[in-house]
């Protein structure tokens, strides 16, 4: 995995601080219909979109994970 730059890694920080402190409705749904397991990675792609949203650069998802997003 490539080293992130200052200005990602806070963006990315801020991004899954935010997710910690006020998650949203989602993923409640989620760990109760799908199961805690899909419940963390949606966590972690709504993390990821909100830090694309505020300008950090985090290439899009390939190989195994973009996969198993399909299936």
Known sequence: MAKQG???AKKLQSAFHEMK???PAI???TRKK???AQANRQRVAIGLS???AA???IPKASG???NM???
Do not use: D, F
Request: aromatic share 0%; hydrophobic share 30%.
């Open 6 to 8: 200052t200005k990602t």
């Open 21 to 23: 402190e006020n998650p």
């Open 27 to 29: 993923l409640a749904k």
């Open 34 to 36: 799908e199961g805690a």
């Open 50 to 52: 909100k830090a694309r």
């Open 55 to 57: 300008g950090a650069r």
């Open 64 to 66: 195994r994970l973009k």
């Open 69 to 71: 997003a399909e299936g």
